[in-house]
């Protein structure tokens, strides 16, 4: 006899509960995503100009260039594993098959070997490129899985929430331990300890990413068959999507600007500490402040949410990050506990930025699918990745940029502009981003009652085809 719950189910079929031990999984997966994702965006950076020496320009144009490959593959991937998913139901699988290349590009990206400006460049922009490659391949299956798992908008508000809980404690364990590998590991030399740090960081990414992708146990779920538009056809059928989806459309502006706003704050944090402050032994409790804020308040977040509605609970978490960011401008006149509190208040109120975000994205393809007859899945989420990963691209252009500009050098004492372009790029610039932001979600239309409706009008729909809603565009 067949198992009821293995078979192939249409895609309108309603979801069976989701488990404690599948969202517990979901959510685990992200500690595996956010290990080597922030280890770049807190670390490689700082490698590129202080260890390996290259030029705040170049390092900052490798890193522009890998955030671009990377958001450029983004719906080329999507696109693939959602033609992928339309015929063996399952997205899980690519994430256990890009594990293990996560993990070890990650360890190849803090392994170049600082022998020349133009070799060192080279290899740093090679390890880059294919380390972003991997985690695309891992990253968009994973980013799609919620709106395959349930319709159950609040449901997917708790998927959110755990998968920034996981997040968090990625991001907190990678904040806290790289510092300590680096400093234990300190008689291989600094390029090596960063390489012996990686390479603990890379092999725990992977085993998590596997571990995670099993233990979701993610139904198959067929939707129609690849139309014969082909690869490209489905590619392309992302622009018109995107115009006629007004809320995908804020959601993707919230992305670009939230983006740039927390990368200046992270990528900045150590050139803040050591540069303007003068306090490196503040870094460990610096950068573990907003990962265990974060794990304390997503769930919060969730329950704000689960009881006013996700646009409120973001404007109350923009509110509440930018005061932590105006504070934060106001540090090197004050002691550390303000450096602290006001680094602890970024976290809460980012916190909350990711998980109404993450928990929006199913329902605007929910609501795209209504108003065009297509379903854009997987696409989606690429799209949405390529607008952040641009944006991340760009920020860590702007920060070398800046950097170039106002004569920073790690060599040196710095310069009162550089000290004033890194106070500007880690407070004043994202408080302005969140503001902006505010003024974007305002006008979010999509609240419980009328997704609820969107998915009743969308069962009325799918009664009389008796088959898989519509997806191949």
């Not at 959602?82 to 256990?96: D, H, K, L, S, V």
């Not at 880059?128 to 980013?143: E, I, K, Q, S």
């Not at 129609?224 to 538009?229: E, I, L, M, N, V």
């Not at 699918?369 to 997987?378: K, P, S």
Request: glycine content about 10%; aromatic content about 8%.
């Amino acid at each position: 006899m067949s198992d009821p719950d293995s078979a192939p189910q249409p895609e309108n079929f309603p979801a069976t509960r989701l488990g404690i031990g599948q969202r517990a999984s979901y959510g685990a997966g992200d500690i595996g995503f956010v290990l080597v994702w922030q280890g770049a965006a807190l670390f490689l950076l700082y490698f590129y100009t202080d260890i390996l020496h290259l030029p705040p320009w170049t390092a900052g144009a490798i890193y522009l260039a890998g955030m671009i490959w990377d958001a450029v593959s983004d719906p080329l991937v999507a696109t693939w594993a959602e033609r992928r998913a339309a015929r063996t139901g399952r997205y899980g699988p690519i994430i256990a098959w890009s594990a293990l290349p996560v993990g070890l590009s990650y360890v190849w990206m803090f392994s170049i070997p600082a022998d020349g400006g133009l070799s060192t460049a080279i290899g740093a922009l090679l390890s880059h490129l294919v380390f972003r490659t991997a985690f695309t391949c891992a990253g968009m299956p994973y980013n799609a899985l919620p709106a395959k798992l349930t319709r159950d908008s609040d449901a997917r508000t708790s998927l959110a929430a755990l998968r920034v809980v996981g997040a968090a404690i990625g991001g907190l364990t990678v904040a806290i331990v790289t510092p300590l590998l680096v400093q234990g590991a300190a008689g291989s030399g600094e390029a090596g300890a960063y390489h012996l740090a990686a390479a603990a960081t890379g092999g725990v990414a992977a085993a998590v990413l596997l571990l995670s992708s099993l233990g979701i146990r993610e139904p198959r779920t067929l939707t129609a068959a690849p139309t014969a538009t082909g690869y490209l056809g489905d590619l392309g059928a992302l622009w018109p999507s995107l115009r006629r989806n007004g809320p995908l459309q804020r959601l993707l502006a919230m992305m670009l600007l939230a983006t740039v706003g927390f990368g200046l704050f992270t990528q900045n944090m150590l050139y803040f500490l050591t540069h303007v402050l003068a306090r490196p032994e503040l870094t460990l409790p610096v950068l573990a402040s907003p990962a265990l804020a974060m794990i304390v308040t997503a769930p919060l977040w969730m329950v704000l949410a689960a009881r006013s509605s996700k646009r409120l609970a973001m404007l109350a978490g923009l509110g509440t990050a930018t005061t932590g960011y105006l504070l934060l401008g106001l540090a090197p006149a004050a002691d550390a506990a303000l450096t602290l509190t006001s680094v602890g208040l970024v976290g809460v109120g980012s916190a909350a930025l990711p998980v109404m975000f993450w928990s929006m994205v199913p329902d605007v393809i929910d609501y795209g699918q209504l108003r065009t007859g297509r379903r854009v899945e997987a696409r989606t989420f690429g799209l949405t990745t390529f607008v952040q990963k641009s944006a991340a691209g760009v920020t860590a252009l702007i920060i070398g940029g800046l950097l170039g500009w106002a004569g920073y050098s790690p060599d040196a004492a710095q310069t009162p502009a550089a000290q004033s372009a890194i106070i500007t790029m880690i407070s004043w610039l994202p408080a302005i981003c969140m503001v902006i932001i505010a003024g974007v979600v305002w006008g979010y239309p999509i609240d419980r009652r009328r997704h609820r409706e969107i998915i009743a009008q969308l069962a009325e729909q799918d009664e009389p085809a008796g088959h898989a809603t519509r997806s191949g565009g």
